[in-house]
């Protein structure tokens, strides 16, 4: 495992080239020994990266991060697990290694519920709704832990005995916000909190574009409460229709909070009402793949 460990955190070795040298080389074993010769021959791999790999060849950090995960009671999901979803793993934007605390349960439909950190009690209230409709339904409940619609999202899901995963940009080892640490423990418990980042590892704004990207990625379906014009919640939509998964948008009553989902809906979003929005799509049965 410590190898799975050095290939997910090598500088200048982000998840597309992650997934480009396992393909070359099949596993992170073979990747560790391949000479510079054997690396030069794999495309797509920049020299940076190729100098990056050839100049981390130890495994003594990976080695102390695994002592913290065993520590921690973190659980490793490489890409080659099969609790690890077909249709998450292969979208571009997938390491090959997550961190997590709890249990997942590869499941579609999935729903993602984001939206403002600052939101209306209408958009609250649509938000908890829609996670206890879903709860009831066995079906997944994704989120980003954050304030707002994420928490009214997460809440609803537990109340109902549901299912909820929550991304973050931090280690899994650590709570953020820490006024949600009783939230991420129930969470802990009832489904998973899910990270690429090892434990220490403290937030920055890149990785919250990264946990976007991992939100809408173990979604089928991404439903948008409230957005402004630039926030995350706009960031994870960019992504899900980049993945192509199913996005619908809220039409908040609140014009405070809505300008983003105002544009989204200009730009062909459709609208989400209430469940029955999405009702006939969870129901029929399908297959996401992931674009290549």
Known sequence: MERWIWLSSIPHVGPVT????????????????????ELQNVRGISRLAREAIMATRSLEKPKRILELVQQKEIWLLPRDDPLYPVYAKNVPESPVLLYYKGHIKPSLPSVA???SRSCSNHARCAAEELS??????NIPVISGLAKGIDHAAHTACLANCGHP???VANGV??????????????ISIEG??????????????????QRNALISAWSSHLVIMEAKVKSGAMT???????????????NSNDARFRQGTNCLMKQGI??????????NELENPYTLESPN
């Open 192 to 209: 998973a909190v899910i990270s690429q980042y090892p434990p220490g590892t403290a937030p920055t704004p890149k990785q919250f574009i």
């Open 173 to 186: 080892d650590a709570c953020y916000p820490k006024e949600h640490r009783s939230l991420f423990e129930a």
């Open 113 to 115: 519920i984001v939206g």
């Open 270 to 279: 459709r609208p989400y009402i209430d469940f029955h929005s999405i009702e």
């Open 236 to 250: 994870t939509a960019h992504f899900a229709r980049k993945q192509a998964r199913n996005v619908s948008v809220f």
């Open 18 to 37: 992650q997934k480009k040298l396992l393909t070359a080389f099949g596993t992170p074993e073979r990747v560790y020994d391949a000479s510079l010769s």
């Open 132 to 137: 206890t409709k879903l709860s009831s339904l």
């Open 165 to 167: 995963i929550a991304f």
